[in-house]
């Protein structure tokens, strides 16, 4: 049931010191969306900026301060009031990237279906037109509709706009969500001029499917002295207390191929649960429809079956019992793929066997991983959990690493 360990929701868990229960602290985002001004903050004014009263509104995802996350649940007896363009738009989650020492790129999920909040069809659209006014304003530019295309992989409806000057934004939502249909997400990005990382390429990135080529993935491939053999620029999420192990884990895997979909717009996709998740059981199903949607291919190296990993026969939408993985086959295979640039999704049964660090005592059950290297000389696998902050690289003996497999997974892109 993709559990997340106690440990690191340590800050969520807490009590805001002098607030009682239910109280909400407001917390406006204009800071980040005056452009260009914005574009010079650094990731010490952002946390001055982001901090009252000794409370902090942000949670960092990653040691080297590249990553935050704005939300508005961090605490349990305060709700954080997120808000954009003088209050007229309420919003549930900001990403907050940097970039050489300065703001690169922001993500603001203004709704999405898992954090539960009800909006109408009212609310929805005002939203979506608060936020495209507002870009439109900030960045001088004309928007350009965006239509959604399914079968070229263009999930999303929306508008762009691009400045060379000020900046790029994508609002999006998913198809027929101002039509009728549900509502699912509302997601407005931006990122400055000559915006890095796989993510703003993904903005500028006309077709769906990847905006990196396949034959650059190598690229990330880093060789230590030590053995460790790993993939460098591995985005880092947090999927919070929802049990989305199986779409955070893909959202970081779709980032690192220049795919824009974030774990929100995934979720609609697989239909995944955000209170219970995927069961292991589900998350072949789960991953095969998302494939084909998002212009990747893929590919299983082994499923569990009896406490063991099989190659799956698929027959008509069904997957049947195949041969059987070994380890040997399933170490070959995750040095081919890591080689490769190729991150694996790896689901298992957590709490089984010793890892570094260690997992709290409390935490067991179906989760998925990534996979992102691995060492011959100390014979470990190295793994990366979407639990943000501190799990960004961590290790497992080889052999506990293929005893606790209940499945084995690769998304390849397919458009390069």
Known sequence: MSLKPIFTNVIAALALAGFSQGKTIDCPLDALTEIPTNWKMTQDEFEKKFTKDNALHYRWLTKDRTRAKIARRFYSNVEIDLSLFDGEVQVEEAIVDFAGGTLNLITFSIYNRGDGRNITEEDFTACFTASGKAMSKSLAVKPNRKDA???????TAGFSWFSPENGIALLEHNDKALSGGDREFLRLRIARPNAEGSLATSMTHSRGGAAVKMGDLQDNVVKDDNGDVYLSNMPMVDQGDKGYCVVASTQRVFEYYGIGADMHQIAQ?????PDSGTSSHLMANALDRIDYRFKTRLE??????????????KKRDTYYVGKPVDERKFLKEVRSYINSGLPLLWSLNLGLYPEEPKLSEQVSGGHMRLIIGYNDKTQEIIFSDSWGFGHEMKRISMSNAYKASTGVFVLKPTTN
């Open 149 to 155: 295309n399914l079968t070229s992989g263009l999930l």
């Open 269 to 273: 996709v697989t239909d995944a649960n």
């Open 300 to 313: 299983i190296i082994g499923m569990g079956h009896d406490g063991a990993l099989n190659e799956p026969i």
